[in-house]
């Protein structure tokens, strides 16, 4: 089993983005902080095309919560963030059979606060000038290369 965890995502157009994509590869879907939920949002549902009704979700008001939670179930939690000692998604091997993938706000990134909580930092490799990708595509790209882990 595999989750998701949404730290302060701003657009609820990727809310809806991450649950589509939550549905198509079997993964459960927990948002923190302000994360607009499908529930109080229709841009959510919206994007999310029904995503919402097929996807395990739940709503935790603060991020170290949603970890604890996953930790207590067995996983090993990691952070999808660009930092100066993260490992790299192309050789990184989790440690569990179960991971939680915590992704942050759009411009902030994930908290310094989280970064403290998780077991590891995984960034994508960049090969472009740009130094990040959108957390819709940057979730699609760690649930597929992760889907076996």
Do not use: C, W
């Amino acid at each position: 089993m595999h989750i998701v965890i949404l730290e302060n995502i701003r657009s609820a157009y990727n809310v809806g983005n991450v649950l589509r994509t939550a549905d198509a590869l079997g993964r459960k879907v927990r948002i923190t902080g302000y994360t607009p939920s499908p529930r109080e949002h229709p841009k959510v549902r919206k994007t999310s095309l029904g995503a919402e009704d097929s996807v395990a979700l739940q709503q935790f008001d603060f991020t170290t919560q949603a970890i604890q939670e996953a930790k207590r179930q067995g996983m090993q939690v990691i952070a999808a963030e660009i930092t100066a000692n993260a490992l790299s998604l192309a050789s990184f091997q989790p440690n569990a059979s179960s991971l939680a993938i915590v992704f942050g706000n759009e411009v902030e990134g994930v908290l310094e606060q989280t970064l403290a909580e998780v077991d590891a930092v995984v960034a994508i490799p960049m090969h472009g000038v740009k130094e990040s990708l959108n957390i819709g595509q940057s979730a699609a790209i760690f649930m597929r290369a992760l889907r076996s882990a």
